[in-house]
C-alpha cells in the first residue's frame, strides 16, 4: 500500500532514508528491488554484475516460436556475449 501514485523519484528516495539503500518490495506478486544509492548501485551491477546478467525464460517466444537466437530473447552464455560484442561495435 505504500506504492507511490505520482513523484516516484522523492517516493523512492523517501524510502531510502526509511529503509536504507536496498529496498526490496512486491507489487502484484512482482519482486522489485529499488537502488537508493550510487554505492548499492555499483556494488551490484559493477562488481557483481556476472550475478544478475541472464534474464528470465521466454517460452513463447525463444522455445515455441524458435526466436531464442535474436538477442533480445537468448540467455546468458558465449553465443549472448558474441551477439553483444558485435551489437556493440555496430550502434557505437
Known amino acids: 500500500l505504500d506504492m507511490p501514485k505520482s513523484?516516484?523519484?522523492l517516493a523512492w528516495s523517501k524510502f531510502g532514508e526509511k529503509y536504507?539503500?536496498?529496498?526490496w518490495l512486491s507489487v502484484?506478486?512482482?519482486?522489485?528491488?529499488v537502488l537508493n544509492s550510487i554505492e548499492a548501485a555499483?556494488?551490484?551491477?559493477?562488481?557483481?554484475?556476472?550475478?544478475?546478467v541472464d534474464r528470465p525464460?521466454?517460452?513463447m517466444?525463444?522455445?515455441?516460436?524458435?526466436?531464442?537466437y535474436i538477442t533480445p530473447f537468448s540467455r546468458s552464455g558465449p553465443g549472448w556475449r558474441k551477439q553483444r560484442t558485435l551489437l556493440k561495435h555496430a550502434l557505437s
Open 7 to 9: 513523484k516516484f523519484a
Open 20 to 23: 536504507g539503500p536496498l529496498t
Open 28 to 33: 502484484a506478486g512482482q519482486p522489485f528491488l
Open 42 to 52: 555499483k556494488e551490484l551491477l559493477d562488481t557483481r554484475g556476472s550475478t544478475y
Open 57 to 59: 525464460r521466454f517460452v
Open 61 to 68: 517466444t525463444s522455445e515455441l516460436v524458435g526466436l531464442g
